[in-house]
């Protein structure tokens, strides 16, 4: 299940993949790969580069499971949201990569958001969740070009403390459309309220 929502984003390379899931061996990671391959769960593209690079990306098949990940969110909202330890590592993109099977939002509700974590891991990360017929999708690293009709951008601190029960959002910094920009990170912050109200 992780490795579905850490492909839900768009494809990536092995090596990206072992970022993403921290304490998973090269050899156990490789061996589901291989196996959700086999399964028709997921597409591996070779590319003829020097080093040789492949890419993994969900089939069809398995972006039906997307509700079941968001599911899995909203337990772990439910049971286990709390303060991170000291020397805790958070990886905020993770909980936005469970945005088409968490989020529930108007069908009216349209457009793309650029959320962005400064100082994710030595950088600025920058997710999109693009809305359309009550529906979200999520992209890493938009397009050259590509253009959300609205961005927030803060600390891991400040996305902790939006995306938590409290939903306290003050830290964050807003451009573009503040209504299609609150509806996106509200979503996410009345699924932690909930959880925690129905603990």
Do not use: C
């Amino acid at each position: 299940m992780l490795i579905v929502r850490d492909l839900a984003s768009g494809p990536r390379r092995f090596v990206e993949l072992q970022r993403t899931l921290p304490g998973i061996s090269t050899e156990q990671l490789r061996s589901r790969l291989n196996r959700m391959v086999a399964d028709g769960l997921l597409t591996r593209q070779r590319y003829r580069e020097v080093p040789p690079r492949v890419d993994y990306e969900l089939t069809e098949r398995s972006r039906e499971l997307m509700p079941v990940v968001g599911a899995l969110a909203r337990w772990g909202y439910q049971w286990t949201w709390s303060s991170p330890r000291k020397g805790e590592d958070i990886n905020v993109g993770a909980i936005f990569r469970t945005a088409p099977g968490l989020l529930d939002l108007p069908r009216s509700a349209r457009g793309a958001v650029e959320l962005v974590v400064e100082g994710d891991r030595g950088g600025d990360r920058s997710y999109v969740v693009s809305l359309a017929g009550g529906h979200a999708t999520i992209s890493e690293r938009p397009e050259a070009g590509e253009q959300a009709d609205a961005r927030v951008s803060g600390s891991i601190r400040a996305w902790i403390r939006a995306l938590g029960p409290e939903g306290e959002a003050a830290e964050l910094a807003y451009s573009g459309n503040r209504s299609l920009a609150d509806a996106v990170v509200g979503a996410f912050a009345s699924e932690a309220a909930a959880a925690a109200a129905a603990a």
